[in-house]
Nanobody, 124 residues
Framework: QLQLVESGGGLVQPGGSLRLSCAVS????????IGWFRQAPGKEREVVSC????????YHADSVKGRFTIARDNANNTVYLQMNSLKPADTAVYYC?????????????????WGQGTQVTLSS
């Protein structure tokens, strides 16, 4: 059983940066793929980024490629999402999630554990 807790959200101006953290408690953290998803009001949840468990390979959605970076710190059971050049379209609740497999997937239904979410709001 894993527990995930997100932090780092907030209110930021367009063009600004935020770093989200996902602290994971439980056993064998390094055996889990960790994904970041987001859900804006009135929209479906979508994958943002994920990082594999075995080789650290990453995936970023086209909408965030070149602006967001995902990284994991296995020693501290934490995954980070560095978000730069933020846009109003990035406003959403951001969730981290975990699934016990080797490689990333953007399909939310395969993720077994979810955090409570952290709000990111872009406002000028």
């Amino acid at each position: 059983q894993l527990q995930l807790v997100e932090s780092g959200g907030g209110l930021v101006q367009p063009g600004g940066s935020l770093r989200l953290s996902c602290a994971v408690s439980g056993y064998t953290f390094d055996a889990y793929v960790i994904g970041w998803f987001r859900q804006a009001p009135g929209k479906e949840r979508e994958v943002v980024s994920c990082i594999s468990s075995n080789d650290g390979s990453t995936y970023h959605a086209d909408s965030v490629k070149g602006r967001f970076t995902i990284a994991r710190d296995n020693a501290n059971n934490t995954v980070y999402l560095q978000m730069n050049s933020l846009k109003p379209a990035d406003t959403a609740v951001y969730y981290c999630a975990a699934t016990h497999r080797d490689y990333c997937s953007g399909y939310s239904m395969i993720y077994d554990y979810w955090g409570q979410g952290t709000q990111v709001t872009l406002s000028s």
